[in-house]
């Protein structure tokens, strides 16, 4: 079935027309399914009368991305991570210190607004629940998929790298909390275990990323209402037993990895009252150590985001014995799909672990594991961002647009509320060389960025943890080993031919 995560890859071919899209024609049988081929055939036709080659998904812009100097593209991005680890060897501690310095900007008065757009959130959300059940069947003319999965997943992630801890004005749960429970100070029912730690967290971030990568239709309007209703209600009942900020911190999933993603913005609060800013990242460089399960999550973001992408290459492809081009639907790679996941997220911490404790044995401070694993850990936060934002880069064009049509006519039967009169999604960007060079470059620069930040911040935190320039920078020669090889991998990801 096609997913809402791959509506872009078939927009190329077709009319732009959300009445007209790939999930209402693959729900037609019989003499409809008769005159769908019929009218495939003559498309086929046309196209080879008209010298014009077959399309496929991905055929525009995937096309145009094999044509691009990748190689050299790929290149130069690793190489300019690896001239970022040189050159900070010869940076004196005081200047690669400072670069993460920041001053006080002004005072915030906090608190005010948060209950109440929280709770206009909670009621935004239950109206697009309602939706889910009974709005259009279609995810891309539904708003529920197209909020939760292009506006929430992709374009709120990333805007916290920027703009800082946004999610906590527009969570749907702490607004209702403080009206119910905070005023009244009413304690929480049953203590969370200490030992627990963020374990839950890491546990709903799994089950979050195998539902949308494993799940045949994750983005079916009625099944994924089921899921974010159980979700609000396991997230709410959690606060209500253990804390309202004790279980947000610890085991919502989307909390955590909004406030590690607003730790990457230039402005933040180093208190409850004083807004301060500096260098993106300036927040990790002075931030403690993570508790192990914190660590654990942080590189989960990373490893879950990067299985994403690996997944539709005809490389994993090939590894679980689907043939690319005629690959049989997410409900037959479903196990395939989920063991390459797990495999994912113990593979990269487990690596990330080694490069830290092999570091720390160079200069003799293999005690320091603990402390080392728990700051460094955050380091892999630019990583995760830039790959998070040239992912979804195009599927968020493709998708935001249709999230602007379905705003128009929630209901699809023809209503312009916004006043735009009827809008039709394109796709034309994607079929022009210049266009779709600009975008490959955007995607490699976020990443390449990312990495650059990333052996930035690394330096600075074994500076700040040692004392000592020497010791600092032999200790990080394998962290930055392994964000360097990262890199290549995640630029190769980003031109690799896909088939799924």
Same mark, same amino acid.
């Given at each position: 079935?096609?997913?809402?995560?791959? &509506?872009?890859?078939?927009?190329?071919?077709?009319?732009?027309?959300?009445?007209?899209?790939?999930?209402? &024609?693959?729900?037609?049988?019989?003499?409809?399914?008769?005159?769908? #081929?019929?009218?495939?055939?003559?498309?086929? /036709? =046309?196209?080879?009368?008209? @010298?014009?080659?077959?399309?496929?998904?991905?055929?525009?812009?995937?096309?145009?991305?094999?044509?691009?100097?990748?190689?050299?593209?790929?290149?130069?991005?690793?190489?300019?991570?690896?001239?970022?680890?040189?050159?900070? +060897?010869?940076?004196?501690?005081?200047?690669?210190?400072? %670069?993460?310095?920041?001053?006080?900007?002004?005072?915030?008065?906090? +608190?005010?607004?948060?209950?109440?757009?929280?709770?206009?959130? #909670?009621?935004?959300?239950?109206?697009?629940?309602?939706?889910?059940?009974?709005?259009?069947?279609?995810?891309?003319?539904?708003?529920?998929?197209?909020?939760?999965?292009?506006?929430?997943?992709?374009?709120?992630?990333?805007?916290?790298?920027?703009?800082?801890?946004?999610?906590?004005?527009?969570? *749907?749960? $702490?607004?209702?909390?403080?009206?119910?429970?905070?005023?009244?100070?009413?304690?929480?029912?049953?203590?969370?275990?200490?030992?627990?730690?963020?374990?839950?967290?890491?546990?709903?971030?799994?089950?979050?990323?195998?539902?949308?990568?494993?799940?045949?239709?994750?983005?079916?309007?009625?099944?994924?209402? =089921?899921? =974010?209703?159980?979700?609000?209600?396991?997230?709410? $009942?959690?606060?209500?037993?253990? +804390?309202?900020?004790?279980?947000?911190?610890?085991?919502?999933?989307?909390?955590?990895?909004?406030?590690?993603?607003?730790?990457?913005?230039?402005?933040?609060?180093?208190?409850?009252?004083?807004?301060?800013?500096?260098? *993106?990242?300036?927040?990790?460089?002075?931030?403690?150590?993570? &508790?192990?399960?914190?660590?654990?999550? =942080?590189?989960?973001?990373? /490893?879950?985001?990067?299985?994403?992408?690996?997944?539709?290459?005809?490389?994993?492809?090939?590894?679980?014995?689907?043939?690319?081009?005629?690959? *049989?639907?997410?409900?037959?790679?479903?196990?395939?799909?989920?063991?390459?996941?797990?495999?994912?997220?113990?593979?990269?911490?487990?690596?990330?672990?080694?490069?830290?404790?092999? @570091?720390?044995?160079?200069?003799?401070?293999?005690?320091?594991?603990?402390?080392?694993?728990?700051?460094?850990?955050?380091?892999?936060?630019? %990583? #995760? /961002?830039?790959?998070?934002?040239?992912?979804?880069?195009?599927?968020?064009?493709?998708? +935001?647009?249709?999230?602007?049509?379905?705003?128009?006519?929630?209901?699809?039967?023809?209503? &312009?509320?916004?006043?735009?009169?009827?809008?039709?999604?394109?796709?034309?960007?994607?079929?022009?060389?210049?266009?779709?060079?600009?975008?490959?470059?955007?995607?490699?620069?976020?990443?390449?960025?990312?990495?650059?930040? /990333?052996?930035?911040?690394?330096?600075?935190? #074994?500076?700040?943890?040692?004392?000592?320039?020497?010791?600092?920078?032999?200790?990080?020669?394998?962290?930055?080993?392994?964000?360097?090889?990262?890199?290549?991998?995640?630029?190769?990801?980003?031109?690799?031919?896909?088939?799924?």
């Amino acid at each position: 079935m096609l997913t809402m995560r791959d &509506s872009w890859e078939w927009t190329a071919i077709g009319d732009g027309n959300p009445e007209n899209s790939p999930y209402d &024609s693959a729900m037609e049988t019989g003499r409809q399914t008769d005159r769908f #081929a019929f009218r495939a055939l003559l498309v086929l /036709a =046309v196209m080879a009368l008209a @010298g014009v080659g077959q399309a496929h998904a991905h055929a525009s812009e995937q096309m145009f991305v094999l044509l691009l100097p990748t190689g050299v593209y790929t290149a130069a991005g690793v190489a300019a991570v690896a001239l970022t680890a040189i050159v900070l +060897g010869l940076l004196p501690d005081r200047m690669t210190t400072a %670069i993460f310095s920041s001053r006080e900007r002004f005072k915030s008065r906090g +608190g005010v607004l948060e209950p109440w757009s929280s709770v206009i959130s #909670a009621l935004v959300l239950a109206f697009l629940v309602y939706l889910g059940f009974s709005g259009p069947h279609d995810p891309l003319t539904n708003l529920l998929p197209l909020v939760i999965l292009t506006i929430f997943w992709v374009g709120i992630v990333t805007l916290h790298a920027f703009a800082g801890d946004v999610w906590r004005f527009i969570n *749907p749960w $702490s607004g209702i909390y403080h009206f119910l429970f905070s005023k009244s100070a009413a304690p929480a029912m049953l203590p969370l275990p200490r030992a627990i730690s963020s374990w839950p967290a890491v546990a709903a971030l799994l089950l979050f990323m195998m539902f949308y990568l494993a799940y045949p239709a994750p983005d079916d309007p009625s099944r994924l209402a =089921v899921v =974010v209703a159980a979700y609000w209600l396991y997230t709410f $009942s959690g606060m209500v037993l253990f +804390g309202g900020e004790i279980w947000l911190s610890r085991g919502e999933c989307f909390t955590v990895l909004m406030r590690h993603y607003a730790s990457l913005a230039p402005c933040g609060s180093a208190d409850a009252q004083k807004v301060r800013s500096g260098m *993106p990242g300036w927040q990790i460089a002075s931030a403690p150590a993570l &508790s192990l399960s914190g660590a654990v999550f =942080v590189i989960m973001i990373l /490893a879950s985001g990067s299985f994403d992408g690996l997944n539709e290459t005809f490389w994993w492809l090939a590894q679980i014995g689907v043939n690319p081009l005629e690959f *049989p639907g997410r409900s037959a790679v479903i196990w395939q799909t989920v063991a390459g996941l797990v495999a994912a997220n113990i593979l990269l911490p487990a690596a990330f672990a080694a490069a830290v404790a092999f @570091g720390l044995a160079i200069v003799g401070e293999s005690a320091r594991f603990a402390e080392a694993f728990g700051r460094l850990a955050r380091t892999i936060l630019p %990583i #995760a /961002a830039g790959y998070h934002i040239a992912h979804y880069l195009i599927s968020f064009l493709i998708n +935001g647009q249709y999230f602007f049509a379905a705003l128009n006519d929630p209901w699809a039967i023809g209503s &312009s509320y916004l006043w735009s009169g009827r809008f039709y999604v394109t796709t034309g960007f994607l079929n022009s060389h210049d266009s779709v060079q600009v975008i490959f470059l955007s995607q490699a620069a976020a990443i390449v960025a990312g990495h650059m930040l /990333a052996v930035l911040l690394s330096h600075a935190i #074994a500076i700040d943890m040692f004392g000592n320039a020497r010791k600092a920078l032999i200790s990080q020669i394998p962290p930055a080993v392994f964000m360097i090889a990262y890199t290549l991998f995640g630029l190769w990801l980003l031109a690799a031919p896909r088939g799924a």
